[in-house]
Structure formats: C-alpha cells, structure tokens
C-alpha cells in the first residue's frame, strides 16, 4: 500500500490565484481529513470526510472548498489564494465509525503564496 | 476536547527508556488518551491510544494512572529516529469525528 499521498510536495502561488491540492489513499478508508500547520504551531483542521459524497467543515474552513466524489480522492481547493494560507497542508485518513481518531497522514504539501 | 499539557521539551540518551509525561485532568469518561508524533517536516505518525488500561505495541507502551488523570508513554530503547515532537491527545473516538485537537507537544531530543 502506498498510504497517503499528496501532490504536489511544493507549490507557490499569487494572491488571487486558485489550485486543488490533492489527496488519496488505497486503505479504503471512509474517513479523510486536511489539516494545516503554520509555522512553530499544532495542526489545525480544515474539511473532513465520513465518507463518499459527505463532507463537513472542520475549524478553520474559509477559502477552502473540498469534495469527495470517491473514497480514495479528497482534493482541496483553494479558491482565491491570499498569503495567510502560507502553510503545510496535511492529508489524512482513517477506517471510520470507532477509529476515527487513529489517523494516517500523508508526507504534506508546503504552500507559499506570494 | 479536554486539554492536555505536556513539557515543552525533554533529552533522552540513546538506548535509554524515554518516558513523556501528559496531565489530563479534566478528561471525560469516553475520552481516550491518544499518542501521535511528529518528526521535522512530516506528517504526523500514530503511536499508541488506550482508555484506562496499560497499552503496549511495537513502538511504545502507554501507562494511564488510575484516576486517569494522567499518562506517560515510553519509548523503551530511544533511538536517534525517535527525535520529534510528541502529541498527546484526549478525545472520544467516535463522536468528535476525528477532529484531533494538537497542543504544542514534547519535543523530544534523543542525544548520543
């Protein structure tokens, strides 16, 4: 299994500018999360999953957008770019139901918006 | 979620037992105690969760005091690798859907 992966690793954009970040896993986990961590901070959680065609907003949502259209696949889009969301962006995932909180990450994406 | 506090750093010799401390006082009685850590640059790792009773795996035991009031992992043979940041966590399994909530964890210094 290849776990949790995330592409791209590095990415700088313009203020304004939109991307998807992406996120998959092969486990067939039905829940899937982003989180993102600032510098010298804990992590902090953007979107979630429970499963295939739901999704939820976690703390920190504005100026993000996710859908999940397969269990594998949890892109985040990033609709308008703006240099607060100068981050490392954490995928992740876990089985569901009563193993929500054992999660598996993925290696992250670091964004630098200009 | 409850709050935890943990020190903000600990060294460790290598080949020593590493043994990190988490005060949990006010966690609820469906709250587990969960282990994640995180070295430079990568996405965190689960380690270990337990509710009351001891836990152990192949990476580290976990010891919750009776009145679960507090826990301690340990790592029984530090090894250079194991120098991270590590994160204890008090959530429910199930009806926080996995939000984890990361404080600023132990940085944990494994020195030769």
């Known amino acids: 299994n290849a776990g949790v992966t995330q592409t791209p690793k590095f990415q700088v954009l313009k203020t304004g500018q939109s991307m998807t970040l992406q996120c998959a896993q092969d486990?067939?986990?039905?829940?899937m999360s982003w989180y993102r961590q600032d510098p010298g901070m804990g992590l902090r959680l953007i979107h979630y999953s429970v499963g295939a065609g739901i999704t939820d907003q976690g703390e920190v949502p504005n100026g993000y957008n996710v859908s999940r259209s397969t269990t594998e696949d949890f892109p985040l889009r990033l609709l308008s770019a703006a240099p607060s969301q100068t981050s490392v962006y954490f995928c992740?995932?876990?089985?569901?139901?009563?193993?929500?909180?054992?999660?598996?990450f993925g290696p992250g994406t670091r964004l630098t918006v200009l | 979620d409850a709050k935890t506090t943990q020190p903000t750093s600990m060294d460790c010799a290598e080949g020593r037992a590493a043994n990190l401390p988490c005060n949990h006082s006010t966690i609820s009685g469906n709250e587990y105690v969960y282990w994640y850590r995180q070295i430079h640059s990568q996405g965190p790792q689960y380690i270990i969760h337990?509710?009351?009773n001891n836990e152990t795996n192949e990476m580290a035991s976990l010891i919750i005091t009776e009145d679960r009031k507090s826990s301690t992992l340990i790592l029984p043979h530090a090894t250079l690798r194991d120098t991270a940041v590590y994160y204890c966590?008090?959530?429910?399994?199930?009806?926080?859907?996995?939000?984890?909530?990361f404080g600023q964890g132990t940085t944990l210094q494994v020195k030769p």
């Open positions: 966590i008090v959530s429910a399994p199930r009806g926080n859907t996995g939000k984890l909530i």
């Open positions: 486990m067939n986990h039905e829940y």
């Open positions: 992740a995932s876990s089985l569901g139901t009563d193993s929500y909180n054992e999660q598996f």
């Open positions: 337990g509710l009351k």
